[in-house]
T-cell receptor
């Protein structure tokens, strides 16, 4: 997969505030996957975006894929303490075997 | 159905020692992979396998060996441990969703410290 850069590396928010993490690539991506890793846990698949301009929602989470398919974002509305963890974006390139390239991850801390 | 099982969960090694991280899956998935996770660097692919008897290198393969004699097992061997190999190691299998997406299912991880 192509290299993806993720920002910010850390984000501290008060419970109830919104949160956004961004994933950027210098080249066009075939798809974007998002994973969440709870503290001390393992990454868990959240969603995949494939189409230009695609927007998908999972409860308070909104995932977007840019029109040029070079960037993506994950937005959480009204964060809760259960949202803490590290959020990774990843790209599988053009292969069909899930050989993923991961961004550096954004570590989210939610203060009650 | 245990999914992806990794052992050991924790290990401390001295520089130069060798060891094997075990990974087993009961989902009959063909594709398996090993990643290492380091602070600020995300997850980096070490080695992967598309089926029994077939393995290939990922982004950071140096210092590691793998083999895939069965569909179920994919051990990762550290030949001569170095402090730079201190990391959390994740084994994963790939499953295909009804949407066609190929997604990773990770094991719980193995935390390795090399002194």
């Amino acid at each position: 997969g192509q290299q993806v850069m993720q920002i910010p590396q850390y984000q501290h928010v008060q419970e109830g505030e919104d949160f956004t993490t961004y994933c950027n690539s210098s080249t066009t991506l075939s798809n974007i996957q998002w994973y969440k890793q709870r503290p001390g846990g393992h990454p868990v698949f959240l969603i995949q975006l494939v189409k230009s301009g695609e927007v998908k929602k999972q409860k308070r989470l909104t995932f977007q894929f840019g029109e040029a398919k070079k960037n993506s974002s994950l937005h959480i509305t009204a964060t809760q303490t259960t949202d803490v963890g590290t959020y990774f974006c990843s790209n599988a390139g053009g292969t069909s075997y899930g050989k993923l390239t991961f961004g550096q991850g954004t570590i989210l801390t939610v203060h009650p | 159905n245990a999914g992806v099982t990794q052992t050991p969960k924790f290990q401390v090694l001295k520089t130069g020692q060798s060891m094997t991280l075990q990974c087993a899956q009961d989902m009959n998935h063909e594709y398996m992979s090993w990643y290492r996770q380091d602070p600020g660097m995300g997850l980096r692919l070490i080695h992967y396998s598309v089926g029994a008897g077939i393995t290939d290198q990922g982004e950071v393969p140096n210092g590691y060996n793998v083999s895939r004699s069965t569909t179920e097992d994919f051990p990762l061997r550290l030949l001569s441990a170095a402090p730079s190999q201190t990391s959390v190691y994740f084994c994963a299998t790939t499953r295909t969703l009804s949407s066609g997406a190929n997604v990773l299912t990770f094991g719980a991880g193995s935390r390795l410290t090399v002194l």
